[in-house]
């Protein structure tokens, strides 16, 4: 492996609301990352309700972050390379593994791992899980919907993260349709204060992607959401 650049970055997907698409933009931005020729590892940080897995075909992985958190020395057994070349550190999807996890060795996971970037899945809310992801992270990327109650809570995310000095790298807005109740991109950026680095349309692919997994940047060239989600991989 050799590095492309001498820094590693991680990064912490943030929202405060769920089901926005934290998960979606932590699975293909790793994914387009990885295809502009970075090492990448996205990181399962949602111990509580994990779904990076799904993502890659790893929720049944030997090996979880939860194990890993629970014993570091099983690091270098549970980072799981898809065959696109994105590493994956899963979660476990069973509910008695939450149980001892010790959420503060976080930070010897991520000082062990070689990569370019680290991407962080985060849970929802704004609890220690999202806050421990926030505490690791060089930098956070606020995922957001147009609509109201996703705007207020991202704004809350946005103020947490400014509290404890963390850099905004941007704001990723998802599922976009076009629709005229939609909060306005100007309106979105006055309101949270950083610029929308990228715009993802409510595609069918993403559920395709799901489905097969792979991550949309591989699968189909000619859909939207991919070329957004490369888009925001440059800006990055
Ligand atoms: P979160 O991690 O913030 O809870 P997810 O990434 O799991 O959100 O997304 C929630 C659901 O919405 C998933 O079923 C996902 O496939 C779907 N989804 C996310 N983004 C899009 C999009 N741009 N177009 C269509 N479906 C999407
Ligand atoms: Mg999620």
Redesign the pocket.
Same mark, same amino acid.
């Given at each position: 492996y050799i590095s492309i650049i001498d820094i590693m970055r991680t990064i912490s997907v943030l929202?405060g609301?769920?089901?926005?698409? *934290?998960?979606?933009?932590v699975a293909n931005l790793s994914a387009a990352l990885t295809k502009l020729g970075f090492d990448v590892t996205a990181v399962d940080l949602?111990l509580t309700t994990p779904?990076l897995g799904f993502y890659f075909g790893y929720h049944l992985a030997d090996i979880s972050l939860h194990d890993i958190l629970k014993n570091v020395d099983k690091l270098k057994d549970g980072i799981y390379i898809h065959p696109t070349g994105v590493k994956v550190i899963p979660g476990s999807l069973s509910v008695e593994d939450v149980v001892g996890v010790d959420i503060s060795n976080i930070n010897k996971v991520i000082s062990g791992l070689k990569s370019d970037f680290v991407i962080l899945?985060s849970a929802?809310g704004l609890g220690k899980e999202a806050l421990t992801s926030l505490s690791v992270c060089d930098e956070a990327l606020i995922?957001t919907n147009p609509e109201i109650p996703s705007l207020a809570d991202s704004l809350r995310a946005i103020k947490v993260a400014e509290k404890v000095g963390k850099e905004i790298r941007g704001v990723v807005l998802?599922?976009v349709k076009g629709n005229r109740n939609e909060v306005s991109e100007e309106e979105i950026e006055r309101m949270l204060g950083y610029p929308i680095i990228a715009k993802?349309?409510?595609? *069918?692919w993403?559920?395709k992607s799901?489905e097969s997994k792979v991550p949309l940047v591989y699968l189909n060239p000619n859909s939207r959401?991919r070329i957004e989600f490369q888009n925001l991989a440059y800006a990055i």
């Open positions: 929202s609301k769920g089901g926005v698409g *934290k998960t979606t933009v949602n779904n899945d929802a995922v998802n599922r993802i349309p409510e595609d *069918k993403i559920a799901l959401a």
